[in-house]
Protein backbone atom coordinates (compact mmCIF):
# COMPACT_ATOMS: atom_id res chain seq x y z
CA UNK A 1 0.00 0.00 0.00
CA UNK A 2 1.09 3.71 -0.92
CA UNK A 3 3.10 5.38 1.81
CA UNK A 4 0.06 8.46 3.04
CA UNK A 5 0.42 12.14 1.80
CA UNK A 6 0.89 14.72 4.45
CA UNK A 7 -1.93 16.27 5.90
CA UNK A 8 -2.78 19.99 5.03
CA UNK A 9 -3.58 22.58 6.92
CA UNK A 10 -5.49 25.71 5.37
CA UNK A 11 -4.50 28.72 7.52
CA UNK A 12 -6.34 32.29 7.28
CA UNK A 13 -6.04 35.61 8.17
CA UNK A 14 -5.48 38.86 6.52
CA UNK A 15 -2.81 39.59 8.34
CA UNK A 16 0.79 38.27 7.20
CA UNK A 17 2.27 38.57 11.15
CA UNK A 18 -0.38 36.43 12.04
CA UNK A 19 -0.12 34.17 9.66
CA UNK A 20 3.43 33.86 9.98
CA UNK A 21 2.75 33.41 13.92
CA UNK A 22 0.44 30.42 13.09
CA UNK A 23 2.83 28.86 11.37
CA UNK A 24 5.53 28.70 13.69
CA UNK A 25 3.61 27.06 16.27
CA UNK A 26 1.93 24.72 13.73
CA UNK A 27 5.71 23.95 11.92
CA UNK A 28 6.60 20.93 14.56
CA UNK A 29 3.49 18.71 13.51
CA UNK A 30 3.87 16.43 10.35
CA UNK A 31 2.10 18.67 7.98
CA UNK A 32 1.60 20.64 4.75
CA UNK A 33 1.41 24.37 5.97
CA UNK A 34 -0.65 26.41 3.39
CA UNK A 35 -1.14 30.58 4.05
CA UNK A 36 -4.67 32.02 2.65
CA UNK A 37 -5.23 36.03 3.17
CA UNK A 38 -8.44 36.54 2.87
CA UNK A 39 -12.24 34.16 2.53
CA UNK A 40 -11.76 34.69 -1.41
CA UNK A 41 -8.36 33.07 -1.26
CA UNK A 42 -9.19 29.66 1.07
CA UNK A 43 -11.90 29.12 -1.04
CA UNK A 44 -9.72 28.79 -4.09
CA UNK A 45 -6.91 27.21 -1.64
CA UNK A 46 -9.88 24.58 -0.99
CA UNK A 47 -10.83 24.17 -4.66
CA UNK A 48 -7.16 23.00 -5.67
CA UNK A 49 -7.12 20.16 -2.92
CA UNK A 50 -8.13 18.15 0.02
CA UNK A 51 -7.08 19.91 3.65
CA UNK A 52 -7.59 18.10 7.40
CA UNK A 53 -8.56 20.91 9.15
CA UNK A 54 -8.61 25.30 8.43
CA UNK A 55 -7.75 27.32 11.33
CA UNK A 56 -10.18 30.27 9.96
CA UNK A 57 -9.78 34.26 11.51
CA UNK A 58 -13.35 35.25 12.39
CA UNK A 59 -12.77 39.16 11.63
CA UNK A 60 -11.50 39.40 8.32
CA UNK A 61 -12.32 42.42 5.95
CA UNK A 62 -14.73 42.06 3.21
CA UNK A 63 -15.99 38.30 3.69
CA UNK A 64 -15.55 37.55 7.28
CA UNK A 65 -15.18 34.15 8.89
CA UNK A 66 -18.64 33.44 9.50
CA UNK A 67 -19.29 33.76 5.84
CA UNK A 68 -16.59 31.95 4.95
CA UNK A 69 -17.54 28.80 7.22
CA UNK A 70 -20.78 28.95 5.55
CA UNK A 71 -19.95 28.57 1.69
CA UNK A 72 -17.10 26.49 2.77
CA UNK A 73 -20.04 23.97 4.39
CA UNK A 74 -22.10 24.37 1.21
CA UNK A 75 -19.96 22.52 -0.84
CA UNK A 76 -19.46 18.71 -0.75
CA UNK A 77 -16.47 18.35 -1.39
CA UNK A 78 -15.73 20.53 1.53
CA UNK A 79 -18.64 20.45 4.37
CA UNK A 80 -17.08 17.78 6.17
CA UNK A 81 -13.26 19.72 6.84
CA UNK A 82 -13.40 20.57 10.28
CA UNK A 83 -13.02 24.43 11.39
CA UNK A 84 -11.17 26.03 13.90
CA UNK A 85 -12.06 29.70 14.65
CA UNK A 86 -9.43 32.12 16.04
CA UNK A 87 -10.77 35.06 17.21
CA UNK A 88 -10.57 38.31 19.27
CA UNK A 89 -14.51 38.66 20.04
CA UNK A 90 -15.38 38.55 23.38
CA UNK A 91 -17.08 35.21 24.28
CA UNK A 92 -20.37 35.83 24.78
CA UNK A 93 -22.97 33.01 23.88
CA UNK A 94 -24.49 34.73 20.77
CA UNK A 95 -20.63 35.02 19.04
CA UNK A 96 -20.68 30.99 19.78
CA UNK A 97 -23.84 30.27 18.47
CA UNK A 98 -23.51 31.84 15.01
CA UNK A 99 -19.68 29.73 15.13
CA UNK A 100 -21.32 26.98 15.43
CA UNK A 101 -24.07 27.63 13.16
CA UNK A 102 -21.66 28.46 10.86
CA UNK A 103 -19.77 24.95 11.02
CA UNK A 104 -17.59 25.45 13.50
CA UNK A 105 -16.02 22.67 15.81
CA UNK A 106 -13.65 24.91 18.53
CA UNK A 107 -13.09 28.40 19.28
CA UNK A 108 -9.60 29.23 20.03
CA UNK A 109 -9.37 32.97 21.50
CA UNK A 110 -6.60 35.53 21.21
CA UNK A 111 -4.50 35.28 22.57
CA UNK A 112 -3.82 31.66 23.05
CA UNK A 113 -1.59 29.01 23.83
CA UNK A 114 0.45 27.62 21.68
CA UNK A 115 0.16 24.17 22.95
CA UNK A 116 -3.32 24.32 23.53
CA UNK A 117 -3.78 25.49 19.53
CA UNK A 118 -1.48 22.81 18.02
CA UNK A 119 -2.51 20.04 20.43
CA UNK A 120 -6.13 20.76 18.85
CA UNK A 121 -4.89 20.48 15.08
CA UNK A 122 -2.87 17.70 16.33
CA UNK A 123 -5.93 15.71 16.84
CA UNK A 124 -7.45 16.88 13.67
CA UNK A 125 -4.52 16.18 11.36
CA UNK A 126 -4.80 11.94 13.59
CA UNK A 127 -8.59 11.98 12.24
CA UNK A 128 -7.48 12.67 8.87
CA UNK A 129 -4.54 10.24 8.56
CA UNK A 130 -7.07 7.23 10.22
CA UNK A 131 -9.48 7.94 7.68
CA UNK A 132 -7.00 8.05 4.95
CA UNK A 133 -5.62 4.76 5.65
CA UNK A 134 -9.58 4.07 5.60
CA UNK A 135 -9.86 5.02 2.36
CA UNK A 136 -6.42 3.69 1.34
CA UNK A 137 -7.49 0.42 2.24
CA UNK A 138 -10.89 0.46 1.09
CA UNK A 139 -9.33 1.29 -2.56
CA UNK A 140 -7.08 -1.85 -1.98
CA UNK A 141 -9.69 -4.08 -1.57
CA UNK A 142 -11.64 -2.40 -3.93
CA UNK A 143 -8.66 -3.22 -6.54
CA UNK A 144 -8.68 -6.73 -4.90
CA UNK A 145 -12.61 -7.41 -5.20
CA UNK A 146 -12.11 -6.78 -9.01
CA UNK A 147 -8.90 -8.64 -9.86
CA UNK A 148 -11.28 -11.49 -7.69
CA UNK A 149 -13.96 -10.74 -10.19
CA UNK A 150 -11.72 -11.09 -13.24
CA UNK A 151 -9.99 -13.87 -12.25
CA UNK A 152 -13.47 -15.15 -11.28
CA UNK A 153 -14.21 -14.83 -15.16
CA UNK A 154 -11.32 -16.46 -16.38
CA UNK A 155 -12.17 -19.86 -14.22
CA UNK A 156 -15.83 -19.71 -15.26
CA UNK A 157 -14.77 -19.61 -18.83
CA UNK A 158 -11.72 -22.12 -17.80
CA UNK A 159 -14.51 -24.42 -16.55
CA UNK A 160 -16.65 -23.42 -19.18
CA UNK A 161 -14.13 -25.27 -21.86
CA UNK A 162 -13.28 -27.73 -19.84
CA UNK A 163 -16.68 -28.69 -19.12
CA UNK A 164 -17.26 -28.96 -23.41
CA UNK A 165 -13.87 -30.79 -23.60
CA UNK A 166 -15.80 -33.28 -20.51
CA UNK A 167 -18.33 -33.89 -22.18
CA UNK A 168 -16.85 -34.15 -25.47
CA UNK A 169 -14.04 -36.42 -24.29
CA UNK A 170 -16.87 -38.59 -22.21
CA UNK A 171 -18.97 -39.20 -25.75
CA UNK A 172 -15.75 -40.39 -27.47
CA UNK A 173 -14.72 -42.87 -24.57
CA UNK A 174 -18.02 -44.22 -24.26
CA UNK A 175 -18.48 -45.56 -27.80
CA UNK A 176 -15.22 -47.87 -27.88
CA UNK A 177 -16.40 -49.25 -24.23
CA UNK A 178 -19.71 -49.91 -25.86
CA UNK A 179 -17.93 -51.45 -28.73
CA UNK A 180 -15.25 -53.95 -25.99
CA UNK A 181 -18.61 -54.91 -24.00
CA UNK A 182 -20.31 -55.92 -27.26
CA UNK A 183 -17.46 -57.71 -28.69
CA UNK A 184 -16.62 -59.58 -25.45
CA UNK A 185 -21.01 -60.31 -25.46
CA UNK A 186 -20.35 -61.61 -29.03
CA UNK A 187 -17.17 -63.91 -27.75
CA UNK A 188 -18.80 -65.48 -24.98
CA UNK A 189 -22.14 -66.42 -27.24
CA UNK A 190 -19.90 -67.64 -30.00
CA UNK A 191 -16.96 -69.33 -28.25
CA UNK A 192 -18.32 -70.05 -24.62
CA UNK A 193 -18.58 -73.48 -25.04
CA UNK A 194 -14.67 -73.75 -25.65
CA UNK A 195 -13.03 -71.17 -23.37
CA UNK A 196 -11.66 -72.10 -20.66
CA UNK A 197 -11.81 -71.38 -16.84
CA UNK A 198 -9.21 -69.07 -17.02
CA UNK A 199 -10.35 -67.24 -20.05
CA UNK A 200 -13.88 -66.96 -18.47
CA UNK A 201 -12.23 -66.05 -15.18
CA UNK A 202 -10.58 -62.99 -17.44
CA UNK A 203 -13.60 -62.10 -19.51
CA UNK A 204 -15.42 -61.46 -16.50
CA UNK A 205 -12.95 -59.18 -14.99
CA UNK A 206 -13.17 -57.43 -18.51
CA UNK A 207 -16.29 -56.97 -18.21
CA UNK A 208 -16.80 -55.84 -14.51
CA UNK A 209 -14.39 -53.23 -15.22
CA UNK A 210 -15.60 -52.12 -18.49
CA UNK A 211 -18.69 -51.50 -16.99
CA UNK A 212 -17.67 -49.59 -14.28
CA UNK A 213 -15.54 -47.45 -16.74
CA UNK A 214 -18.79 -46.69 -18.71
CA UNK A 215 -20.87 -46.10 -15.15
CA UNK A 216 -17.64 -43.36 -14.51
CA UNK A 217 -18.02 -42.15 -18.03
CA UNK A 218 -21.99 -42.16 -17.72
CA UNK A 219 -21.81 -40.03 -14.86
CA UNK A 220 -18.82 -37.54 -16.24
CA UNK A 221 -21.55 -36.95 -18.79
CA UNK A 222 -24.68 -36.59 -16.86
CA UNK A 223 -22.14 -34.20 -14.67
CA UNK A 224 -21.22 -31.99 -17.56
CA UNK A 225 -24.99 -31.69 -18.77
CA UNK A 226 -25.57 -30.61 -14.92
CA UNK A 227 -24.41 -27.51 -16.17
CA UNK A 228 -25.01 -27.27 -19.48
CA UNK A 229 -28.63 -27.71 -19.71
CA UNK A 230 -30.08 -24.51 -17.85
CA UNK A 231 -32.10 -23.80 -15.37
CA UNK A 232 -35.76 -23.03 -15.50
CA UNK A 233 -36.91 -22.16 -12.41
CA UNK A 234 -40.46 -21.70 -11.27
CA UNK A 235 -42.64 -22.70 -8.33
CA UNK A 236 -42.83 -26.32 -7.86
CA UNK A 237 -44.35 -28.46 -4.43
CA UNK A 238 -41.27 -30.49 -3.34
CA UNK A 239 -43.67 -33.61 -2.01
CA UNK A 240 -44.53 -34.07 -5.86
CA UNK A 241 -40.41 -33.81 -6.82
CA UNK A 242 -39.88 -36.57 -4.49
CA UNK A 243 -43.07 -39.12 -5.72
CA UNK A 244 -41.52 -38.44 -9.28
CA UNK A 245 -38.16 -39.97 -8.17
CA UNK A 246 -39.26 -42.12 -6.24
CA UNK A 247 -41.87 -43.40 -9.13
CA UNK A 248 -39.62 -43.66 -11.34
CA UNK A 249 -37.38 -46.39 -9.10
CA UNK A 250 -40.50 -48.07 -7.05
CA UNK A 251 -39.18 -51.79 -8.44
CA UNK A 252 -35.44 -50.56 -7.90
CA UNK A 253 -36.51 -49.16 -4.46
CA UNK A 254 -39.25 -52.26 -3.51
CA UNK A 255 -36.40 -55.17 -5.20
CA UNK A 256 -33.81 -53.18 -2.52
CA UNK A 257 -36.36 -53.45 0.56
CA UNK A 258 -35.89 -49.30 0.76
CA UNK A 259 -39.09 -47.51 1.24
CA UNK A 260 -39.25 -43.38 1.35
CA UNK A 261 -41.59 -41.52 3.98
CA UNK A 262 -41.54 -37.76 3.93
CA UNK A 263 -42.16 -35.16 6.06
CA UNK A 264 -44.09 -32.14 5.36
CA UNK A 265 -42.26 -30.33 2.35
CA UNK A 266 -42.74 -27.18 1.52
CA UNK A 267 -43.16 -25.20 -2.12
CA UNK A 268 -39.95 -24.18 -3.74
CA UNK A 269 -38.72 -22.73 -6.91
CA UNK A 270 -36.54 -24.88 -9.12
CA UNK A 271 -36.13 -26.38 -12.05
CA UNK A 272 -38.76 -29.76 -12.43
CA UNK A 273 -36.21 -31.73 -14.43
CA UNK A 274 -33.15 -30.89 -12.49
CA UNK A 275 -34.47 -31.42 -8.84
CA UNK A 276 -36.63 -34.81 -9.93
CA UNK A 277 -32.85 -36.13 -11.38
CA UNK A 278 -31.06 -34.45 -7.70
CA UNK A 279 -33.70 -36.94 -5.68
CA UNK A 280 -33.11 -39.45 -7.76
CA UNK A 281 -29.65 -39.62 -7.77
CA UNK A 282 -30.12 -39.49 -3.77
CA UNK A 283 -32.48 -42.34 -3.75
CA UNK A 284 -29.94 -43.91 -5.87
CA UNK A 285 -27.21 -43.73 -3.85
CA UNK A 286 -29.04 -45.52 -0.58
CA UNK A 287 -30.38 -48.45 -2.87
CA UNK A 288 -26.46 -48.35 -3.59
CA UNK A 289 -25.10 -47.53 -0.48
CA UNK A 290 -27.72 -47.67 2.31
CA UNK A 291 -26.42 -51.01 4.03
CA UNK A 292 -28.49 -53.65 5.96
CA UNK A 293 -32.12 -54.19 4.68
CA UNK A 294 -34.84 -53.01 5.06
CA UNK A 295 -33.95 -49.62 4.79
CA UNK A 296 -36.11 -46.29 5.77
CA UNK A 297 -35.16 -43.08 3.59
CA UNK A 298 -36.91 -40.31 4.97
CA UNK A 299 -37.09 -36.58 3.44
CA UNK A 300 -37.67 -33.97 5.22
CA UNK A 301 -37.61 -29.97 5.03
CA UNK A 302 -36.84 -26.64 7.30
CA UNK A 303 -38.63 -23.79 5.40
CA UNK A 304 -37.08 -20.14 5.74
CA UNK A 305 -37.79 -16.88 4.23
CA UNK A 306 -35.27 -17.49 1.24
CA UNK A 307 -34.27 -21.15 1.27
CA UNK A 308 -35.27 -24.69 2.42
CA UNK A 309 -33.05 -27.00 3.75
CA UNK A 310 -33.75 -29.97 2.36
CA UNK A 311 -32.43 -33.22 4.46
CA UNK A 312 -32.35 -36.60 2.89
CA UNK A 313 -31.30 -39.53 5.67
CA UNK A 314 -31.46 -43.13 5.78
CA UNK A 315 -31.38 -45.52 9.06
CA UNK A 316 -28.40 -47.72 7.60
CA UNK A 317 -24.67 -47.32 8.27
CA UNK A 318 -23.22 -44.02 8.48
CA UNK A 319 -21.30 -42.35 5.71
CA UNK A 320 -17.69 -43.69 5.95
CA UNK A 321 -15.19 -40.93 7.23
CA UNK A 322 -12.50 -42.04 4.34
CA UNK A 323 -15.20 -40.78 1.93
CA UNK A 324 -16.74 -37.73 3.51
CA UNK A 325 -14.66 -35.27 2.01
CA UNK A 326 -14.78 -36.44 -1.44
CA UNK A 327 -18.48 -36.79 -1.05
CA UNK A 328 -19.13 -34.20 -3.72
CA UNK A 329 -16.21 -34.79 -6.31
CA UNK A 330 -15.56 -36.93 -9.07
CA UNK A 331 -13.06 -38.67 -7.66
CA UNK A 332 -13.83 -42.63 -7.51
CA UNK A 333 -10.51 -43.83 -5.89
CA UNK A 334 -10.64 -45.78 -2.71
CA UNK A 335 -9.42 -45.10 0.50
CA UNK A 336 -6.68 -47.79 -0.15
CA UNK A 337 -5.81 -45.91 -3.83
CA UNK A 338 -6.48 -49.06 -6.30
CA UNK A 339 -9.38 -47.40 -8.51
CA UNK A 340 -12.13 -49.52 -6.76
CA UNK A 341 -13.27 -47.08 -4.32
CA UNK A 342 -17.19 -47.03 -3.28
CA UNK A 343 -17.37 -42.86 -3.85
CA UNK A 344 -20.88 -42.07 -4.95
CA UNK A 345 -20.00 -40.05 -7.88
CA UNK A 346 -23.54 -39.12 -8.93
CA UNK A 347 -23.18 -37.26 -5.61
CA UNK A 348 -20.87 -34.31 -7.63
CA UNK A 349 -23.34 -34.13 -10.06
CA UNK A 350 -25.98 -33.41 -7.04
CA UNK A 351 -23.89 -30.66 -5.80
CA UNK A 352 -23.74 -29.36 -9.15
CA UNK A 353 -27.59 -29.25 -9.45
CA UNK A 354 -27.78 -28.17 -6.40
CA UNK A 355 -25.75 -25.04 -6.81
CA UNK A 356 -26.92 -24.75 -10.37
CA UNK A 357 -30.16 -23.31 -8.01
CA UNK A 358 -27.86 -20.96 -5.55
CA UNK A 359 -28.00 -23.30 -2.97
CA UNK A 360 -24.94 -25.42 -1.03
CA UNK A 361 -24.99 -29.37 -0.48
CA UNK A 362 -23.29 -30.74 2.72
CA UNK A 363 -23.18 -34.06 4.66
CA UNK A 364 -24.12 -34.23 7.94
CA UNK A 365 -22.83 -35.62 11.00
CA UNK A 366 -21.76 -38.87 11.49
CA UNK A 367 -23.93 -39.87 13.97
CA UNK A 368 -27.22 -38.80 12.04
CA UNK A 369 -26.61 -42.25 10.04
CA UNK A 370 -26.22 -41.77 6.04
CA UNK A 371 -27.45 -37.92 6.02
CA UNK A 372 -27.05 -35.45 3.20
CA UNK A 373 -28.59 -31.80 2.97
CA UNK A 374 -28.97 -28.83 0.77
CA UNK A 375 -30.71 -25.63 0.61
CA UNK A 376 -33.39 -24.76 -2.31
CA UNK A 377 -34.94 -21.12 -3.18
CA UNK A 378 -38.50 -20.79 -1.36
CA UNK A 379 -41.06 -19.16 -2.90
CA UNK A 380 -41.59 -16.11 -0.97
CA UNK A 381 -45.29 -14.34 -0.91
Known sequence: MADSPLPRVLMVDDRPDNLLALEAVLEPLDAQLVRAGSGEEALRS?????????????????MDGFETARLIKARDRTRNVPIIFLTAISGEAEHHIQGYRSGAVDYVYKPFSP??????????????????????QRAAIADQLREVERLNGELERSNAALERLASSAAAEIQQPLDNVAGLLDLLVARHGEVLGEEARLLITRTEANVARARARVGTLLEYARASSDGFQLEPLHLDDVVDEAAGARAGELEGAGVRVVTGELPEVRGDRGQLVRLFGLLLDNAIRHGGARPLTVRVDAEPGPVLATVTVANDGKPIDAEIRPRLFTLLPMGANGNGDGD???GLAVARRIVEGHGGV??????ESGASISFTLPTVRL
Open 46 to 62: LLAGDFAVIILDVQMPG
Open 361 to 366: IWCGPP
Open 343 to 345: VPT
Open 115 to 136: EALRAKVAVFLELWRQGNQLDL
